[in-house]
């Protein structure tokens, strides 16, 4: 996908806030240091759009970015970071399901995990409430230059065999933009979807 523009359209801080929804949009979600925002910018091909940082646990709103004037993009709060407030830690789930469950224009979630670390109890649980509302989800393995081949080819496929069989699972590098056509395609059918029905 050619991207002529791509800008930070605003921020949400508390359940229901944010930029109005306008345009089809996609989410990234994941632990907290997983790579969400160094995935956003390799995709976009605009470094620095999203911020990252090698503190875990640094952003704590959902950060909205419209791209091409056409779909947004929105980069979510990381999660399991042992940093910050309890109540700075426990705001993130009505903030994160509330947009989840609530936002009339999202048309898909991206789950970012550790290949090292595979599934764990919380990507379990984000998966099942995706499905639970009703939203398509893909696994998707960062950092893969980290991993030589054979050891990931390995991890993708237990990663597949962990999950529903409709949620596609891929492998990703922001270092090396590996994964970004595979990422591309299934980010454009969610787009071409139809509007969820809440
Ligand atoms: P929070 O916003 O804190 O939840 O983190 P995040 O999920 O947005 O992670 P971020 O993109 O800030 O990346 C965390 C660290 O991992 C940074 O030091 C990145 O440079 C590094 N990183 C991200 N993607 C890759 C990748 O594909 N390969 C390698 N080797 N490092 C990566
Ligand atoms: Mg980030």
Redesign the pocket.
């Known amino acids: 996908m050619k991207i002529t523009e791509a800008r930070f359209l605003g921020a949400s801080a508390s359940p229901g806030g944010g930029p109005p929804p306008r345009l089809p949009e996609v989410a990234v979600a ?10 956003l910018n390799a995709l976009l091909g605009r470094h620095g759009l ?1 911020r ?8 704590r709103q959902l950060n909205f970015f419209v791209v091409n004037d056409r779909f947004v993009v929105v ?1 979510l ?2 999660y399991g ?1 042992a940093v910050g407030s309890a109540a700075e830690r426990k705001g993130w789930g009505p903030l994160v399901e509330g947009y989840l469950r609530q936002r009339p224009t999202l048309r898909g979630v991206a789950l ?1 995990v550790d290949l090292r670390r595979g599934l764990e109890e919380e990507e379990g649980e984000l998966l099942a409430f995706l499905a639970h509302v009703g939203l398509p989800a893909a696994v998707v393995a ?5 991993l030589a081949r054979g050891v990931r080819g390995r991890a993708l496929s237990a990663l597949q065999a962990a999950v529903d069989p409709a949620v596609p699972v891929l492998g ?4 090396t933009g590996e994964g970004r056509e595979g990422l591309w395609r299934v980010v454009r059918a969610w787009l071409d979807a139809p509007e969820r029905r809440l």
């Open positions: 994941g632990r907290s240091n997983v790579g969400k925002s160094s995935l999203a990252t940082s090698s503190t875990p646990g640094r952003t980069d709060p990381g970071f970012l960062t950092k893969v230059d980290k990703f590098s922001a270092r």
